[in-house]
């Protein structure tokens, strides 16, 4: 009796996942191919798959299903693979249903009018003008925080859109502790006034040659054409539109090496979780990728912990120069480098380095727990973002446009996502020093060029889990200890030591 | 009250479109995008889009407001939109309604069955391993005419599908007189053995050069870039993905000019016609193509009556010589323009040219009645074939991979689909002749690299008119006169008479 329900139930799901996956596709090509006048009609393509899927998630046999193998022998075990189905189907479809339709609705309005407003605020930098669509949509998360409630703080039900499980106070004690080791570190590199020579970086790259040493690494760090494209966009991105297709993007600038290099990194990182997800379980939770930060780990991984190593250039450098002869050929490998590791405290975060990019992460998550809260009021939040800015990186943005306006996040209703960023630096770091243990010395086998036995076990341990476990218990289980700021902390000072000359 | 209802058909017809553009979307990603292991993925993907669709077409609420409005006077005048509306889609209802679930579903596993079958028996050259295959498919289609219903014989239902509301006697006939004057045409081209220099057009043309060529020139005839793309694929069509998103392809052959070139013109003007239908009609009967013959019409008329003609190239010859200055730069335009309308009679269809093209045709549809019909047994197929090929064109193939075996149409179901490339070539014949009387000599405006004055009489008499009419009221309405194998034998006989110095 049971069998055949969770047969119906993987069935209704796994069909709306192939729905979604044509949802994908319509936004990939929107990006990546779509000719420009199509764009309007594009949305109404979008707005009709959107509402088809949101049906089937709130058809109401799916709750009587949900009740009936709740109860069931299936259900037993929360880590199994119809456990973690029934577990996390269960969650989605309250959560969902929980939502009036009325506030769906005003959130999804708010949210296109937010971008509207932000995208002529930015290029004013006038903030006043953006203030009321804020306090708006701040409004509407706390009323969606009260609608589909919380443990301990409002904050928790936002951040479990994106971080499933996750607390505010739990994430919040582990970045302000990141936080606090690394305002000092920023300054002592500051201090220190060694100054890469990141010119180098600003030569002429042609961008045939980057697009074919950026394929070339992809696929020698794992990412898999066969089941796969890279295509150029204007705000790069990843996505799934079937379990054998997964469609990275980037951008080329001939003026400058990182943009498209790191870029291709990044998304062939999360790329290979998604290729390493497992196929029998496509559309299903066990089949799914745990949290944006586990995306995000697997993105920071490939992109910091690997691509900017010095192991990793030793053995790709050679092809590097021979890429771009022009303006490679006369730098030695240490003065590369020293440039692609620049820290240098900046305003815009998505330019930010390895190791000032939490900073600007942090400054976001606690303005937005504060904003949420009601501790800080939407008029003040200019001010409070220079004071932060100064006081972690000691800087302060000249206009709203290079501060307070510069990211699209609030804008469009996504509050509790920030932290998810530096959630993926913190569990890259704590994931690869595990990897490096494990497998006896990374380094030694990534200056050979050999990366497969990093990231079969990445896909053994982090890809093939799927949603059986949450991020907290998942790093738990990988690394036999609780998410902490000490493994990124440690790589960050092991790394920029002896590049700035520390203590 | 029948306005409203009214509305909902529209409503509900309209977002059907919407869904089918989606399906446009995943064909067309299919052939010029995807990664290869995702074959398997998109035919899931495509199959549950069909199955939706479908449910949407055969709603029964369709069937109950069509029948309330038959009676409004919405209906009242057939050819104003409302009227156009209401009748085609009561005919498109009762057909789909008419055919029984379980004959659908056996016409679709017997094409699966058959396209298979069919290409391994093309390989092999083996008719007798397809004709159970084709057996089984000509049964199927006529159990199909016989539930649908038809006015005096069973191949007027199927080619209802393909030129809505055309008779098998009345195309029979025009294509009839087509033939009695092609093959002595063809006879005579033969006997003159006059042979053109075909070898400059294998030449190596760079490909790079032959894409920025045919760029240019479909944008001079009238393809809007800004509404449409142009990708690379290995069976080039041209699809519709929105009303502002029409898509066209190609194949580059570095050793063939012909191949891309007159490919990119045909599928433009395919792609002129979509971008020419009414976008405020989008989904509706009068935004759309009235037939399969009237759309060829349309790619054909710029690829041959427009492409391969003298004026045309008085004017982008010296643009082709400079796009390809190894191949062309010692050959004077005249040479040109014969090789690219050398006649000789071929066996393969797709490579033949414009005089020899429309016999191909007329033995295709002659066998495919007399199958039909039961005049003509699968078994003796093959020779019935190599007969019409030695009277027609004077050739006979020495295999069958090269005769009967070479088109996929009837393999897949498609029965009653051949004559529309005739059809297409005859409609464009007759449409060109009265532009020419209309607009007051074309050949000077071509020359002149004008072919916005024939754009736009294209648009405003046929595209715009979308299905307000049948092809053949079209064509009585555009050229005052019913379909004719007239203009098109003038054409010919005009064109090729100097050519071939013919009496």
Redesign the interface.
């Known amino acids: 009796m049971s069998t055949s329900t969770y047969d119906q139930l993987c069935r209704h799901v796994r069909?709306t996942a192939?729905?979604a996956?044509?949802e994908s596709?319509?936004y990939w090509?929107e990006r990546c191919?779509?000719?420009?006048?199509?764009a309007?009609?594009?949305a109404?393509?979008a707005a009709?798959?959107a509402g088809?899927i949101h049906e089937r998630q709130t058809d109401p046999r799916l709750g009587e299903w949900l009740n009936e193998l709740a109860a069931s022998p299936l259900a037993a075990d929360p880590h199994s693979d119809s456990g973690t189905t029934i577990r996390q189907l269960k969650r989605l479809y309250e959560k969902k249903t929980r939502l009036p339709r009325s506030l769906v609705e005003e959130l999804t309005q708010a949210a296109v009018l937010g971008q509207q407003a932000w995208q002529a605020a930015r290029r004013d930098s006038d903030f006043a003008a953006f203030a009321p669509h804020l306090e708006r949509i701040f409004r509407l998360k706390r009323e969606q925080a009260e609608a589909v409630g919380y443990r301990e703080s409002a904050y928790d039900a936002l951040l479990d859109d994106f971080e499933p499980g996750e607390l505010c106070s739990h994430i919040g004690a582990v970045l302000g502790r990141l936080r606090d080791a690394l305002v000092p570190l920023v300054a002592a590199i500051v201090e220190s006034r060694r100054s890469p020579p990141v010119e180098i970086l600003h030569r002429h790259y042609p961008r045939e040659a980057q697009e074919r040493l950026g394929r070339h690494v992809a696929a020698c760090i794992g990412f898999d054409?066969?089941?796969?494209?890279l295509d150029v966009t204007a705000h790069p991105f990843c996505s799934g539109?079937?379990?054998?297709?997964c469609r990275i993007t980037t951008r080329y600038d001939e003026s400058y090496f990182n943009s498209a290099f790191f870029g291709i990194l990044h998304e062939a990182g999360h790329g290979i979780y998604d290729q390493g997800l497992r196929e029998e379980m496509f559309g299903l939770p066990p089949g799914e990728a745990v949290s944006m930060g586990i995306h995000e780990s697997q993105s920071r991984l490939w992109e910091n912990l690997v691509g900017r190593s010095l192991a990793f250039w030793r053995y790709f450098y050679p092809q590097a120069q021979q890429a771009f002869p022009e303006a490679l050929a006369d730098v030695p490998l240490e003065a590369f480098y020293a440039a692609i590791n620049d820290v240098r405290p900046s305003l815009i975060r998505v330019e930010a380095d390895e190791a000032t990019y939490n900073l600007h992460i942090l400054v976001r998550f606690e303005l937005e727990v504060d904003l949420l809260q009601d501790r800080l009021r939407v008029a003040d939040l200019p001010g409070a973002w220079r004071e932060k800015y100064q006081s972690y990186l000691g800087i302060v943005p000249p206009d709203d446009r290079q501060g307070v306006l510069q990211d699209i996040h609030w804008s469009g209703g996504l509050v509790g996502y920030f932290p998810t960023y530096s959630l993926g630096n913190l569990y890259a770091a704590q994931f690869y020093a595990q990897a490096d243990r494990e497998l006896g010395g990374l380094a030694r086998q990534i200056e050979q060029g050999e990366f497969t036995p990093l990231r079969r076990w990445l896909r053994e341990k982090i890809h093939a889990v799927g949603q059986c476990y949450t991020a907290a218990e998942l790093v738990e289980r990988v690394t036999g200890r609780p998410l902490s700021h000490e493994p990124l902390v440690s790589h960050l000072q092991a790394k920029f030591a002896p590049l700035y000359g520390l203590g």
């Not at 191919?33 to 199509?38: E, G, V, W, Y």
């Not at 539109?241 to 297709?245: A, E, R, S, T, V």
């Open positions: 069909q192939v729905f996956t044509i596709l319509l090509d191919m779509m000719p420009p006048r199509a309007a009609f594009r109404e393509q009709q798959l088809l054409f066969h089941r796969g494209r539109i079937g379990p054998q297709d």
